[in-house]
C-alpha cells in the first residue's frame, strides 16, 4: 500500500479513487458518441485565457462590499493565473493527488478559482454549502477525510472559524484549517496572505496530474439522508456530459461566450455546473451572488447581460414578486430554467415567462446525475407542471413499481448515463458504493416518478423523506431534537408548499400530556440552539393526537404529506388524521 495513503486517514484515498471506475467499454462508448472526451475544464480555460484574456470569466456580486466595489469582474488570465497560484499554495500546504480538499464558502470568484485549482493538482473538490453548520460539516470532514479545509471567519453571522477550531482535534487527518477573514483569532492559515499574496507558483511546480478526465474529482455532499452525510463522486466527463449532451439550439446549448447566472449557492452541483463548468466549456462568463436578494438578482441579468439564468422555483417567486414591484427588461436573457430537486408550479412558469418577456423551462435533477430532464416548454403539460420533462441526451431513465404497489403506474425512479455519478458513499459505510460495482451501471435516485405521456416523467415523490427547497433538510435528525424538547412526546417532519416560499419543512407534533403544547417560535428557538441551520427550520407547525405509523412501526410521511397539503395552517382541525 502507498506509505501516504495509509498514513492519511480515512475517507476519499488513492486507494478509494482507484476502485471506482467505468468498464473500459463503456467509457469507449460514451466517448464515441461525444459525450465523453479526453481533455478538461482546465483546458477550455487555458484556450480561452490565450485567445481572449480580458474576457470576463466571473462577475461575482459581494453584498457586504462599498457600494461602488460590490461587482467583482474575473478575466479568463487572471482566473487561469490565480488557478496556477492556489494549486501550488495547496501543494504548498501538503495536498498533492487525489488528497480531498474541503471548502466551505460563498458564491466568491475565489470559490471558483479553489475549485479548478484543486483539479489542477488531481486533488478531490469536496464543497460544503456555507448554511450546514458543525454537526453536517463535521460529518462531510470525516467522510471524506478531507486534508485541509477552507472557511470564512464569520458569514452571515455563524462563527464558521471557530466552529471548525473545534473540530480539528477529533480530526487528525485534517492537516491544515484555512480561514478568509481573520485568520489569527483561531490560529487557521490564513487565505488572503497564503493563496492570494504569496506568488508560489514562482517557487512551485506542482507535477501535472495523469491525464484522466475520467477520474473523481468532485465529492458532492448531500446533507439528507438518516441524519448522516453522504457523497457523490464526479469526475470532469460525468460533469461535461450534462453540458455535451445539450443540442436544442432554444434551451441551454452550447453556445459560445455565453454569459450565465445561477441563485444557488456556489457549493452546489447545480451552480457548479452552472456558473463554473458550462461557462468555460464555452468560454463563457458565470455571474453569481454572494447574498440572495432578488432585487439583486435582477439587476445582474440586466447589467451582465446574462444570456441563461437558473434557480429553485423559491427563488423565481421572489424574482417575480421583485419583478411586479419594480419592472427591469434583462435585455439578453433568452432562458429560464427552473426546478432540480423540486417541482415548479404551473402559474409560475407563465407569469414568469411574462414577467421577463423570456422562455421558461424546468427540469429534474439530483447530485448524482446534474442535469437529469429537461421540458421543452411548448405542451400544456408543460406549462401547467405537470412533466418534468425528456431525459437528456444519453440518460437512461428506468422507473420501477414500487414493492406493495402493484399495477400503479408511479415507481422507483433510476438512471443509467455519461452523466451518473461514478460512486455514491453514505457516512459509516466502509467504502463507496460504486455505480458500475455490478456492471449495469444503474442507480436509484430515491425518487419516485411516473410517465409524462409525452415521453418523459413527473417526479411524484423526492427522496423519500427528504423535504426543502433550496436547501434539503436532515429529517431524521430535526426529528430526534424536536423529540429532545419537553414538550414534544412524538415529531415528524414533512413538506409542505408555501404559496409564496415554496417547499419548506412542516413539524407535525404530539404534545407531551405534562406540559402545554409547543409554540412554532419556540420549537424552532430550540432547534437552532442545537446547531440546526436557519434554512433547514421548519415554518409551519400542525400539533396531532397521534402520528401514523405502517406495520412495522415507521411513521407514514407520505400520508402525512397529504394530510397537511389539503389543509390551511391556522385553520380547525375538524377531522382526525386518517393517512389518505
Known amino acids: 500500500m502507498n506509505p501516504r495513503a495509509a498514513a492519511a486517514g480515512p475517507g476519499l484515498t488513492p486507494a478509494v479513487l482507484d476502485a471506482v471506475t467505468v468498464p473500459p467499454h463503456v467509457a469507449e462508448g460514451y466517448r464515441a458518441e461525444g459525450w465523453w472526451r479526453t481533455e478538461t475544464f482546465l483546458h477550455d480555460l487555458l484556450r480561452t485565457a490565450a485567445r481572449a484574456p480580458e474576457r470576463p470569466a466571473v462577475i461575482a456580486h459581494r453584498l457586504h462590499r462599498p457600494a461602488g466595489r460590490r461587482v467583482q469582474t474575473v478575466g479568463y488570465a487572471q482566473l487561469a493565473a490565480y488557478v496556477e497560484r492556489f494549486a501550488a499554495a495547496l501543494y504548498a500546504l501538503g495536498v498533492r493527488e487525489g488528497d480531498p480538499v474541503a471548502y466551505q464558502l460563498p458564491n466568491w470568484w475565489e470559490t471558483t478559482a479553489l475549485t479548478l485549482a484543486c483539479l489542477r493538482l488531481g486533488a478531490v473538490a469536496a464543497p460544503v454549502l456555507p448554511t450546514v453548520r458543525t454537526h453536517e460539516l463535521a460529518q462531510t470532514l470525516r467522510l471524506t477525510g478531507a486534508r485541509v479545509c477552507v472557511v470564512p471567519d464569520v458569514w452571515e453571522g455563524h462563527p464558521h472559524a471557530e466552529a471548525l477550531a473545534d473540530l480539528a482535534a477529533d480530526l487528525p487527518w485534517l492537516r491544515h484549517r484555512v480561514v478568509l477573514g481573520d485568520a489569527a483569532a483561531t490560529g487557521a492559515v490564513d487565505f488572503t496572505t497564503h493563496f492570494l499574496r504569496t506568488p508560489h507558483e514562482r517557487a512551485l511546480r506542482p507535477p501535472q496530474p495523469r491525464a484522466d478526465a475520467d477520474r473523481p474529482a468532485l465529492a458532492v455532499s448531500v446533507m439528507n439522508v438518516d441524519a448522516a452525510a453522504s457523497c457523490v463522486l464526479h469526475t470532469p466527463n460525468t460533469l461535461y456530459a450534462n453540458i455535451s449532451a445539450q443540442h436544442d439550439p432554444t434551451g441551454p446549448g452550447r453556445r459560445p461566450g455565453e454569459v450565465f447566472y445561477s441563485a444557488l449557492p456556489l457549493t452546489s452541483l447545480a451552480s457548479l455546473l452552472y456558473t463554473v463548468y458550462w461557462p468555460l466549456a464555452v ?100 406549462r401547467e407542471g405537470r412533466s418534468d420533462g425528456l431525459p437528456l441526451d444519453g440518460l437512461q431513465i428506468s422507473v420501477l413499481p414500487r414493492p406493495g404497489h402493484a399495477g400503479a403506474k408511479a415507481g422507483a425512479l433510476r438512471v443509467r448515463g455519461p452523466s451518473v455519478c461514478l460512486a455514491r458513499w453514505h457516512h459509516g459505510e466502509p467504502t463507496p458504493v460504486a455505480t458500475w460495482a455490478d456492471g449495469d451501471g444503474w442507480l436509484g435516485t430515491g425518487d419516485t416518478a411516473l410517465g409524462d405521456g409525452l415521453g418523459g416523467i413527473r417526479v411524484t415523490e423526492r427522496a423519500g423523506t427528504r423535504t426543502g427547497s433550496i436547501f434539503m433538510a436532515p429529517v431524521d435528525r430535526i426529528e430526534r431534537e424536536l423529540l429532545e424538547h419537553p414538550a414534544v412526546a412524538e415529531a415528524a417532519v414533512v413538506a409542505h408548499t408555501d404559496p409564496d416560499l415554496g417547499e419548506r419543512t412542516c413539524a407535525v407534533v404530539v404534545p407531551a400530556s405534562d406540559q402545554p403544547p409547543p409554540a412554532l417560535l419556540e420549537l424552532r428557538e430550540h432547534l437552532a440552539g442545537g446547531g440546526t441551520g436557519e434554512a433547514f427550520l421548519p415554518t409551519r407547525l400542525e400539533l396531532v393526537s397521534a402520528l401514523p405509523r405502517d406495520e412495522h412501526g415507521a411513521v407514514r410521511h407520505e400520508g402525512l404529506r397529504r394530510w397537511i397539503s389539503r389543509l390551511l395552517p391556522g385553520q380547525p382541525r375538524t377531522t382526525p388524521f386518517t393517512g389518505t
Not at 429553485?312 to 426546478?339: C, F, I, K, M
Not at 422562455?359 to 408543460?382: H, N
Open 283 to 382: 468560454g463563457g462568463t458565470g455571474v453569481c451572488q454572494d447574498v440572495w436578494d432578488p432585487d439583486v438578482c435582477l439587476d445582474l441579468l440586466d447589467t451582465a447581460a446574462v444570456d441563461q439564468a437558473y434557480a429553485a422555483p423559491v427563488y423565481w417567486t421572489e424574482v417575480l414578486a421583485a419583478q411586479r414591484r419594480r419592472p427591469r427588461t434583462p435585455h439578453r436573457l433568452r432562458l429560464v430554467l427552473s426546478g432540480g430537486r423540486t417541482g415548479t408550479p404551473g402559474p409560475l412558469l407563465d407569469d414568469l415567462g411574462r414577467a421577463l418577456d423570456t422562455s421558461v423551462r424546468t427540469l429534474w435533477g439530483a447530485p448524482e446525475v446534474g442535469m437529469g430532464t429537461l421540458t421543452k416548454g411548448d405542451t400544456p403539460a408543460e
